[in-house]
């Protein structure tokens, strides 16, 4: 469900400790999460490192390899600058609600007394802290609660730490506009339906959620995408979500390597399939290959 996608989609900035785990020896060509980007004149390679957002400290992965990548590169891209105060502040504001609608206005009195009790006994908040807030906002905040531990870490928070203690710039592939424009297409009644949808089925998310973090621990990059790409409900939005954003990435992405060596950390759900990141990269010369 759309639910799945929001988990890889969603960057949320959180203060974490880092963690480290070692990968296994054998993979086919396609399981890994780090690639090396190299040819077409670059003086250094580039790195292109898939993500995922929302994971317990116990499930955290950064080998060796990920690790000299990152201290190799001169600058660090992420989907959005998330060292910029003013770009996190638009992408913040992007959730608010100027409609002039408050949040209980999208559901019915029962679905609204459903959603409280939920928001409360679930996720420890009070919904009318939310009041100013679009629905889709619930979306991520839900998903934030279907990790099994109590502080789940961020890999961009993780990597942007490391980078800036060694004084690396910090870019953005995004304007935050581009993301939030994403999510604010998608038509109210579907987000509702996809909340209640949540909040009925909150087990079965959990259960996705270990599905996609097993197949991330393994760097099964096949099997993550797979378990992206398979939702039903993600549906027309499949373009939207993934496919136009990679299209857009790759011309920006060769401006920036052309002149410095990036780590590029993006969500894993991005890398791979026929307009994923590794193979439009290579449809423009550039040779793209998994480090492991």
């Not at 390899?65 to 996190?88: P, R, Y």
């Not at 939920?118 to 979306?139: H, Y």
């Not at 993006?266 to 994923?276: F, P, Q």
Request: glycine share 6%; with cysteine; hydrophobic share 40%.
């Amino acid at each position: 469900m759309r639910k799945t996608f929001f988990l890889i989609f969603i960057a949320l900035l959180i203060t974490v400790l880092p963690a480290g785990a070692q990968a296994s020896k054998k993979k086919p060509a396609d399981q890994s999460l780090l690639w090396s980007i190299s040819g077409k004149g670059m003086a250094k390679p580039s790195f292109l490192f898939g993500t995922i957002h929302l994971i317990c400290a116990t499930d955290y992965i950064w080998t060796s390899k990920m690790k000299k990548s990152l201290t190799a590169s001169d600058k660090v891209c992420f989907e959005m600058d998330l060292d910029n105060h003013e770009v996190m502040l638009a992408a913040a504001n992007g959730f608010m609600d100027t409609s002039g609608k408050q949040l209980k206005d999208y559901f019915t009195p029962a679905q609204y007394k459903l959603l409280k009790k939920f928001v409360k006994d679930s996720i420890g908040m009070d919904v009318g802290m939310l009041q100013m807030m679009k629905p889709v906002a619930l979306e991520s905040i839900i998903s934030m609660k279907v990790t099994d531990c109590a502080n789940p870490i961020s890999y961009e928070d993780s990597i942007m730490r490391s980078a800036k203690s060694k004084h690396k710039e910090i870019m953005g592939l995004e304007d935050p506009s581009e993301q939030i424009g994403v999510l604010a297409s998608l038509p109210a009644d579907s987000v509702v339906k996809e909340v209640l949808d949540d909040i009925g089925n909150f087990n079965k998310s959990k259960e996705d959620y270990r599905a996609m973090v097993k197949a991330y621990r393994r760097q099964e990059l096949p099997e993550l995408y797979r378990i992206i790409t398979s939702s039903g409900s993600l549906g027309d939005e499949m373009d939207a979500f993934l496919d136009d954003r990679n299209k857009k990435w790759i011309p920006r992405m060769q401006e920036k390597m052309g002149r410095s060596s990036v780590f590029f950390a993006v969500g894993a759900g991005h890398l791979l399939g026929d307009n994923g990141v590794i193979n439009l990269l290579r449809k423009e010369g550039y040779t793209v290959e998994a480090v492991k």
